[in-house]
């Protein structure tokens, strides 16, 4: 009989936590703080000085929005060359974009660890994005799905990017949130082809509405990596925002710039970006995960 009653608790309480967990729609990111460091170092790499650097200030929050899964995987990681932050957005059905999006994430990091200094960001980056693209389809099989990644380096003077697939990054300087990013959406495929002449001005107006993802990790004929044309130089206050479809597509860049000038620190910050989409008018939403990271200057006569 005890146990019996036991096991009855057990069972109430297991559907209490998971009623708990639905109703909790905005989230930070899970297992913070290690969730957004990634791995956890038995030694904080040393700068020039031989003194200890620590993880620069971040900010993760994420929404479910009307979806039952949350299939984002955040982590950032930093090593004697600099921090790495990636963010990737899953596609697929069932667990299918989650185990997408965590292998995406985590080839980028396995490659990423055992670095002291990175020269060259985007040999790095294309190699990296390649060999998570095929590490996806070994796993997945013929199942369809993928993910979309972005990933962000900063070495303490510059901040270089790659994505694939819909996920915004921007960069917070003073009052202003600048897009630093495309992404391989249709209405940014059309304005490419108008531009090369490919497309007539009235069907590149057409497509502008439609923002459906046209290149991924995982899919077949995955394409390209979009990466900077030049490394962008970093500031004193710098910070960098990265955001899956979940956000961007329910807040505007000037609504997000907005919500970080309210102040606080960068938690407070992404869990307002949060909650504004996931309260944002309309119907049906994505899941969508919002990092914020600050840029360190390690050396500031360096800046321009």
């Not at 899970?30 to 000085?49: C, F, M, V, Y």
């Not at 200094?117 to 040999?123: G, R």
């Not at 504004?276 to 840029?295: D, H, T, W, Y």
Request: charged share 25%.
């Amino acid at each position: 009989m005890e146990l019996l009653i036991l096991l009855g608790l057990l069972a109430v309480l297991a559907a209490v936590r998971f009623w708990l967990s639905m109703v909790d729609g905005v989230r930070s990111c899970p297992q913070a703080p290690e969730n957004i460091q990634g791995r956890r170092q038995e030694k904080l790499p040393a700068d020039s000085t031989g003194l200890p650097v620590s993880m620069p200030e971040t900010g993760c929050c994420q929404t479910t929005g009307s979806k039952e899964l949350q299939a984002d995987c955040v982590q950032v990681f930093q090593n004697e060359a600099g921090v790495m932050a990636v963010l990737a957005d899953g596609i697929g059905r069932s667990n299918t974009g989650k185990v997408s999006a965590q292998i995406a994430v985590d080839t980028v990091l396995d490659l990423y660890e055992s670095y002291r200094v990175l020269n060259n960001p985007e040999y790095f980056f294309r190699t990296a994005f390649r060999e998570a693209h095929l590490r996806i389809q070994r796993t997945i099989g013929e199942r369809r799905g993928g993910a979309c990644m972005a990933a962000v380096f900063l070495n303490g003077k510059e901040v270089s990017y790659a994505l694939a697939g819909d996920i915004r990054i921007a960069l917070m300087r003073g009052l202003e949130l600048i897009p630093i990013s495309s992404g391989h959406t249709i209405d940014v495929l059309a304005a490419a082809a108008w531009r090369e002449g490919k497309l007539s001005r009235k069907e590149a107006v057409w497509s502008q509405e439609r923002k459906t993802v046209w290149n991924y990790l995982g899919m077949d004929g995955f394409r390209q990596v979009e990466t900077g044309e030049l490394p962008v130089r970093i500031k004193s206050g710098d910070v960098i925002l990265m955001a899956s479809r979940g956000i961007w597509q329910e807040l505007s860049m000037g609504e997000m710039e907005d919500l970080l000038l309210a102040g606080g620190g960068l938690p407070g910050c992404a869990e307002r970006i949060a909650r504004a989409a996931e309260q944002a008018e309309g119907g049906e939403k994505e899941n969508g995960s919002i990092l914020l990271v600050r840029a360190e200057v390690t050396n500031e006569t360096d800046q321009l």
